[in-house]
């Protein structure tokens, strides 16, 4: 039987009905490298244990009855969640559904909470620097009616001290100020995954963004990382509309 996982909630204000939350590494029944609450299915773990893992949060939720998982190839696709069995090939996914929760695996990647501020739609996207390039916050905010009307949480992801990257990926960010790329060695930059989400959210007209700044390479305890582990788990960022 699954321990109790280690589940954060955001410091984020959010309509009446409407909850988000994180999960840790914490928790759990799998095994290293994947030890212990990890959700994703696709990452060479037990496949028993994951789902263990999936049951055990699920009866943590409080007003969900399913949650909507994705399969993740760092696109700019975008989904509407419905539940059920089948796992959507997209990195967003959106409802106005009660119940249904909208989640997205990261294991450094960034995750992205959106929620209308009036209560009635939510989303959560996977954002990898080749999936925010590519515009997969701004098609998941497309889906909302008006983007001054959305409420944005970017969680934990890699911090800019740990994401060195090369020239190419600067390139593809030619809009970005100068403060998200900081010089590293030789031809080397230190990206900030964070400050370029928020950089493109708000020039799309969003005026509330929320963050946990936690860097997931630095912080072992707390959560998955591909970077510094290789193998790795991956940890869940959850919102969904109460049923």
């Known amino acids: 039987m699954a321990s109790t996982a280690g589940i954060i909630t955001p410091e984020w204000e959010l309509p009446a009905g409407v909850q988000a939350r994180l999960t840790t590494r914490a928790g759990g029944i799998s095994q290293a490298p994947y030890d212990g609450f990890n959700l994703a299915t696709h990452v060479g773990d037990n496949r028993t244990s994951v789902l263990a893992n999936r049951r055990s949060l699920l009866r943590q939720l409080v007003g969900v009855r399913s949650v909507q998982w994705l399969t993740q190839v760092h696109s700019n696709w975008v989904v509407q969640a419905y539940g059920g069995a089948v796992v959507p090939v997209a990195d967003a996914a959106t409802t106005e559904q009660r119940g249904l929760a909208c989640a997205v695996l990261t294991a450094d990647c960034l995750p992205v909470l959106f929620c209308r501020d ?94 946990n700044t936690d860097c997931t390479v630095m912080n072992s305890e707390r959560y998955f990382s591909y970077r510094r582990d290789g193998d790795s788990g991956r940890q869940a960022s959850l919102i969904w509309i109460e049923s």
């Open 118 to 211: 009036d209560g009635r739609q939510v989303a959560a996207a996977h954002a990898g620097w080749r999936g925010l390039a590519d515009g997969i916050l701004l098609h998941t905010l497309k889906q909302f009616p008006d983007p001054k009307r959305v409420l944005v949480y970017l969680a934990p992801c890699i911090g800019p001290s740990a994401f060195e990257v090369g020239p190419e990926v600067k390139a593809a960010f030619g809009w970005a100020s100068s403060d998200c790329f900081i010089p590293g060695a030789g031809d080397r930059w230190l990206g900030n995954l964070q400050r370029l989400a928020a950089e493109q959210l708000l020039a799309a007209g969003v005026r509330s963004i929320s963050a």
